[in-house]
Nanobody, 115 residues
Framework: VQLVESGGGLVQPGGSLRLSCAAS????????MSWYRQAPGKERELVAV????????NYAESVKGRFTISRDNDKNTVYLQMNSLKPEDTAVYYC?????????WGQGTQVTVSS
């Protein structure tokens, strides 16, 4: 299983970014996918989850209405569209799945929200 994130960077408050996670090594369409984040000095937290069937998203309260998780099963890719970004969204963002009996993580992509 391999998960490779991309799309992070530096953005001003109020701006937008779209993260991507390319998955391989398992049958992507069979499993839910998640985005987590970890800010300096804080524990890793769940940001959003998308189901394998129907692509329904569930979100942490802190990002509801601002972030949208989606997936493209033809491209084996999950996305996180982040709008109205705030400084407190600054973190390393990780793609993750629980597949084949184990939890897998990507290497992470840094998102920095600062003026």
């Amino acid at each position: 299983v391999q998960l490779v994130e991309s799309g992070g960077g530096l953005v001003q408050p109020g701006g937008s970014l779209r993260l991507s996670c390319a998955a391989s090594g398992f049958t992507f369409s069979r499993y839910g996918m998640s985005w987590y984040r970890q800010a300096p000095g804080k524990e890793r937290e769940l940001v959003a989850v998308v189901t394998n069937v129907g692509g329904r998203g569930n979100y942490a309260e802190s990002v509801k209405g601002r972030f949208t998780i989606s997936r493209d099963n033809d491209k084996n890719t999950v996305y996180l569209q982040m709008n109205s970004l705030k400084p407190e969204d600054t973190a390393v963002y990780y793609c993750s799945t629980y597949a084949l009996g184990s939890r897998y993580w990507g290497q992470g992509t840094q998102v920095t929200v600062s003026s």
